[in-house]
């Protein structure tokens, strides 16, 4: 007897054609582009509008908007308790990095300290509601002064500049500061503030309500660390 042998019939898979309408790529791409300057555009105006301002309003008396502070600031760091380097880099609220030098406004990149005024506060101020990662140390920092700070609230009130504190409050363009082609306005302000006085700004939290910030200006890495007599790790 003839043996017979069945062919299975081969199931063959659905392929899905995706098919690229070049043009509206194009125009997609064009519009992210367009979009991106409209913003630094905007940002750019914005900027130069405060900045003369400033340049206009008569030097603040810095007894009047001080505040002294001597008590335990904390940071979470990956790079060391007082390091300034990448905060030098990038940019900060209240410093300018060498992404946000701009020829139209002039101001030179200088660095700051970012601290805080309880550990939690640090933590959600480095994380930005991330975990920390196992490189992330928590700090306590003693002062090895009497810092004297421009208290940002009052400076805002006093200058009566139409929603400061919203434009100073605000994150920078795309979520990070190295992106920023120009200084923002609490960038300006702080650098405006710097050269009439102080060792830093005091400044409201934007991520643990109730807490307070401090950035204090630093020339280096050297003179950062001479600002504290005592750092521990938590």
């Known amino acids: 007897?003839?043996?017979?042998?069945?062919?299975?019939?081969s199931k063959k898979k659905p392929v899905i054609v995706h098919k690229f309408d070049l043009k509206s790529l194009f125009d997609f791409v064009k519009h992210l582009?367009?979009?991106?300057?409209?913003?630094?555009v905007k940002q750019t105006y914005n900027s130069l509008t405060f900045h003369r301002q400033l340049n206009k309003q008569k030097p603040l008396s810095f007894a009047t908007f001080k505040v002294d502070f001597n008590d335990p600031l904390y940071r979470v760091s990956a790079f060391g308790a007082t390091s300034i380097t990448g905060?030098?880099?990038y940019g900060g609220r209240f410093n300018v990095g060498g992404s946000q030098f701009n020829k139209l406004i002039g101001i030179k990149p200088f660095a700051a300290l970012y601290l805080s005024t309880d550990l939690h506060c640090a933590i959600d101020e480095y994380t930005q509601g991330t975990p920390l990662?196992?490189?992330?140390?928590q700090y306590a920092l003693t002062p090895s002064k009497n810092f004297e700070l421009w208290?940002?609230?009052k400076v805002v009130k006093f200058l009566n500049f139409p929603n400061l504190n919203n434009l100073i409050n605000q994150g920078p363009i795309f979520s990070s500061w190295g992106y920023c082609k120009v200084p923002m306005q609490s960038q300006i302000l702080a650098s405006w503030l710097?050269?009439?006085g102080g060792d830093g700004v005091i400044f409201r939290s934007t991520q643990s309500t109730g807490s307070y910030c401090i950035a204090l200006f630093a020339k280096d890495n050297a003179h950062s660390n001479a600002l504290f007599s005592q750092v521990k790790n938590i």
């Open 194 to 196: 710097k050269k009439i």
């Open 33 to 40: 582009i367009s979009s991106e300057q409209a913003r630094n």
């Open 151 to 153: 208290d940002i609230d």
């Open 87 to 89: 905060n030098l880099a």
């Open 1 to 9: 007897m003839k043996k017979t042998t069945k062919k299975k019939a």
């Open 133 to 137: 990662g196992p490189s992330d140390v």
